[in-house]
Nanobody, 120 residues
Framework: QVQLVESGGGSVQAGGSLRLSCAAT?????MLWFRQAPGKEREGIAS??????TYADSVKGRFTISRDNDKNTLYLQMNSLRPEDTAMYYC??????????????????RGQGTQVTVSS
């Protein structure tokens, strides 16, 4: 059983930065960050598999996903934060196919989330 524990969330002003971490019991092939804003559906925003990264258009150029396999930790560096980035952020892990579908339901393992609030 793989456990995923997110940390690093908090409150920041627009234009600021945060770095989220997701500590895993061990890392799997595909790891993603999802987010869910109040009243909206959960959406995938960044994935990493075999060193290849993909980003949603809404975060491209501002967020960077990375992983440290020695530490079994996934990261999300978030720069130039906007109020619309306010959401609960989750990490998820699964087989390589997960990084094609970006579907929450396809993840084998999911974290409990960390809240990010960006004020204007």
């Amino acid at each position: 059983q793989v456990q995923l524990v997110e940390s690093g969330g908090g409150s920041v002003q627009a234009g600021g930065s945060l770095r989220l971490s997701c500590a895993a019991t061990y890392t799997l092939w595909c790891m993603l960050w999802f987010r869910q804003a109040p009243g909206k559906e959960r959406e995938g925003i960044a994935s990493i598999v075999y060193g290849s990264t993909t980003y949603a258009d809404s975060v491209k150029g501002r967020f960077t996903i990375s992983r440290d396999n020695d530490k079994n930790t996934l990261y999300l560096q978030m720069n130039s934060l906007r109020p619309e980035d306010t959401a609960m952020y989750y990490c998820a892990a699964g087989p390589p196919s997960l990084c094609r579908t970006w579907r929450w339901a396809d993840a084998d393992y999911r974290g409990q989330g960390t809240q990010v609030t960006v004020s204007s």
